[in-house]
């Protein structure tokens, strides 16, 4: 894949996502941090997320990574979600380089497990999609 063109920008289903992690954080406590995978210039979209209100942010650059495909991507991000540790992931629904839509779900999946909708509820957290074990 040639992403040269692009122009490192956060794409709008990113920012949603960014937005719900942000409300998320603000109304149950913790703290947000980005994971970004891209050439240098995606150093740009990590700025703009931290000033949004992100707490902290992780940047894979590898040169090894130029031009992966949708399945090495997500395991480069599982991989990196794996080693800076999480509770609740919150993803946009594609990139829009790509576009294969299938990235999110395969990192969550290979991070430890997937969910197709997640919220809080009355001090409790509610999920609906994959387990972990597959049911």
């Not at 909708?117 to 999609?129: I, L, S």
Request: proline content about 1%; aromatic content about 2%.
């Amino acid at each position: 894949m040639d992403r040269a063109s692009l122009d490192g920008l956060i794409n709008e289903l990113d920012e949603y996502a960014i937005e719900e992690g942000l409300k998320l954080a603000e109304a149950h406590g913790g703290e947000v941090t980005i994971l970004s995978m891209g050439p240098a210039r995606a150093a740009d979209s990590v700025r703009k997320a931290l000033s949004m209100g992100a707490d902290k942010a992780v940047h894979v650059l590898d040169d090894g990574l130029a031009g992966s495909d949708a399945l090495a991507t997500s395991a480069a991000l599982a991989a990196a979600l794996r080693l800076t540790g999480f509770d609740l992931v919150v993803l946009g629904s594609e990139s829009t380089d790509a576009r294969t839509g299938g990235g999110a779900g395969d990192a969550g999946r290979a991070a430890g497990g997937a969910a197709a909708d997640a919220g809080v509820e009355g001090g409790g957290g509610r999920v609906d999609g994959d387990h972990p074990a597959g049911d």
